[in-house]
């Protein structure tokens, strides 16, 4: 089975999650929303479903998926330490564009 950052490397399949943001979408809806086939879409989701990103149910004749959030927290976790790094790196440029603003006799270029 593929690994949640191989399944969320297909941009068709984050759009398809971008939507159920929203909430529970049925089928129909999500081909309406990402202009794929029928088929498409639902091979999309399948490939979601085994990796536990979303799930069905039964709804009528309709099938309503929806975004399990369980696999993205592992997702979440990793990206964590990177998130700290951007942040230091944001700050530090943060405190250098203020040095340039500020005249700051200190800033070299």
């Known amino acids: 089975m593929a690994s ?13 999650m971008d939507l159920l943001l929203a909430g529970e979408q049925p089928v129909g809806r999500l081909v309406e ?4 086939s ?5 091979k999309h989701l399948r490939v979601l479903r085994d ?4 799930e069905v149910r ?5 099938r309503v998926y929806r975004l399990r959030t369980e ?12 998130r700290q790094l951007w942040a230091s790196r944001l700050n530090a440029l943060e405190e ?11 800033y070299r270029r």
């Open 4 to 16: 949640t950052l191989e399944v969320l490397a297909e941009p068709n399949r984050r759009r398809i």
């Open 33 to 36: 929303e990402t202009d794929l």
């Open 38 to 42: 029928q088929p498409s879409v639902s």
């Open 51 to 54: 990796a536990g990103l979303v």
């Open 58 to 62: 039964p709804e009528a004749q309709r």
């Open 71 to 82: 696999p993205l927290r592992a997702v979440d976790e990793w990206l964590q330490p990177y």
């Open 96 to 106: 250098q564009l203020e040095a340039m603003q500020d005249g700051d006799p200190g």
